[in-house]
């Protein structure tokens, strides 16, 4: 599995969760989102913050179940 850098755009960001749904699915097998290793936070004045905690693997799975553009996945470079 590749992976990658990952750019945030927080100004997109719904504060829908569905990236958090899929690492949760990937990563723990459940549609939870407390067990995602992207945390997303939205604010009383509507201003999103998101977090990649030290588990996260850098799949970039998360990356394409956002539908708003509001993450974009560049894959890293690998020594070869
Ligand atoms: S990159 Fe992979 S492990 Fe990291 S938060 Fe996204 S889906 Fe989860
Ligand atoms: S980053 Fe994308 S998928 Fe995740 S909460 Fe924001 S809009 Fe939804």
Same mark, same amino acid.
């Given at each position: 599995m590749g992976k990658y850098d990952i750019q945030v755009y927080t100004e997109k960001c719904t504060g829908c969760l569905r990236c958090q749904l899929a690492c949760s699915d990937l990563t723990s097998k459940a549609f939870n989102p407390l067990l995602s290793k992207i945390q997303v936070f939205i604010s009383n004045s509507g201003e999103c913050t998101i977090h990649f905690t030290e588990?996260?693997?850098?799949?970039?799975?998360? *990356? /394409?179940?956002?539908?708003?553009?509001?993450?974009?996945?560049?894959?890293?470079? *690998? /020594?070869?």
């Open positions: 588990e996260c693997n850098q799949c970039g799975i998360c *990356v /394409d179940h956002c539908f708003y553009d509001a993450m974009q996945k560049n894959e890293k470079e *690998v /020594d070869k």
